[in-house]
């Protein structure tokens, strides 16, 4: 038995507890939580400054993506961000598992402990069946041309199966509004089974995306246009968020978000990447029309970030809303946990296993930049 304490424990499915005790087994299942340090004076205790908080979830992340660390510039928009992603093929095999092995290692030792990862390929296959961190992934479809489809479906079926028979979580999904047709979308519906548990999809990453479905213009419109895409993608909806009503009220965890306005919030996950919108768009979302019960946070993937920190990514959320701690602990362990449904993890309650972050050099009960996370 460990027994753990802090200046403040902060279990997140009740109030932070001051000098609050963490009782955990021997495999790291919590046993119990002592609200009085007196209480266990004849055991021995670990005793940290600091705070003690759950595993974070890292919500959202393109792990397979890890080799292009550096080569999309800071701040030259969306498009010219696409641009630099295709090229992901342009590596060595080698090149690319390594820098997916390391990536990983860079989120165990940031206290990340499950992660909703987007995935094109099998890359990160190897990398996850070694079981250092739990992951839903996210069998991710594009597919703007409709005569080709099915051939993107089939092999997201390929993909999703491949992933599945290796004991991982797996559902396709659609990548972003502006680049799924009705058609493929209906499949992905289709597709929808009992292993299936939640979807995502990038959703109102850039202003463009605004434009192209409310005013049939813009930069991502005459991109689509200029690669001859299917008019059905925009033709009908008259909002980003009408693409939801065609999933058929399944449960959505939807991303980024930054150009999004009270009026489209549903009631679903949402995920923010500060970070990386700062990388990409240098902006960020209005975090005040969130309900912060249902907001998420994520890294996105190391082509739209230099760092695969969940605490960076807080500290701006922290600069950037009125958030307080208990809130932002909860956005970074408790919701990531509930929408990617690794029930275990999230709170310091009986029975769960969530792993054990410390969080030092606080200021108060602020984050700052020189805070920072110890695995415990």
């Avoid at 507890?17 to 009085?36: M, R, T, Y």
């Avoid at 999309?72 to 690319?96: K, P």
């Amino acid at each position: 038995m460990r027994f753990l304490t802090a200046d403040y424990l902060y279990p997140l499915n009740i109030s932070p507890i001051k000098e609050g005790v963490l009782q955990l087994s021997d495999a790291g299942e919590v046993v119990k939580i002592f609200e009085n340090i007196n209480d266990v004076s004849n055991e021995k205790l670990e005793i940290f400054e600091g705070i003690l908080c759950p595993g974070f979830v890292n919500a959202h992340c393109h792990l397979e993506l890890s080799h292009l660390l550096g080569v999309a510039e800071i701040g030259e928009g969306f498009l010219d961000f696409i641009t630099a992603i295709q090229q992901r093929n342009e590596y060595s095999n080698e090149e690319i598992l390594e820098a997916i092995e390391n990536a990983e290692k860079e989120m165990i030792h940031n206290g990340i402990v499950a992660v909703g990862d987007i995935c094109n390929t099998t890359d990160t296959l190897f990398q996850k069946q070694k079981a250092n961190l739990m992951y839903y992934n996210f069998i991710e479809t594009f597919g703007v041309h409709e005569n080709k489809v099915d051939a993107v479906f089939i092999k997201a079926i390929e993909l999703r199966n491949e992933f599945r028979a290796a004991d991982q979580k797996a559902s396709i999904v659609p990548h972003a509004p502006y680049s799924v047709p009705p058609v493929l979308l209906n499949k992905i519906n289709n597709a929808f089974d009992e292993k299936d548990e939640l979807l995502t999809i990038h959703m109102q990453e850039t202003k463009a995306e605004n434009q192209l479905f409310e005013n049939k213009k813009g930069d991502l419109f005459n991109w689509l246009n200029g690669m001859n895409a299917t008019s059905s993608i925009w033709e009908n909806r008259n909002k980003s968020t009408d693409i939801l009503k065609e999933l058929e009220d399944k449960r959505m965890l939807l991303v980024h978000n930054t150009f999004a306005k009270t009026k489209s919030i549903s009631d679903n996950y949402y995920c923010t990447c500060p970070k990386a919108n700062l990388y990409i768009e240098k902006t960020l979302p209005d975090y005040s029309i969130f309900d912060a019960d249902k907001l998420c946070v994520g890294t996105d993937s190391l082509a739209s970030n230099n760092s695969l920190s969940i605490l960076e990514e807080l500290n701006i959320i922290q600069e950037n809303s009125n958030f307080d701690l208990n809130t932002l602990l909860k956005i970074a362990c408790k919701n990531g946990a509930n929408a990617l449904g690794f029930e275990q993890l999230g709170t310091f309650e009986k029975g769960k296993i969530p792993g054990v972050n410390l969080i030092g050099n606080l200021d108060g009960v602020k984050v700052t930049a020189e805070s920072f996370i110890q695995v415990i």
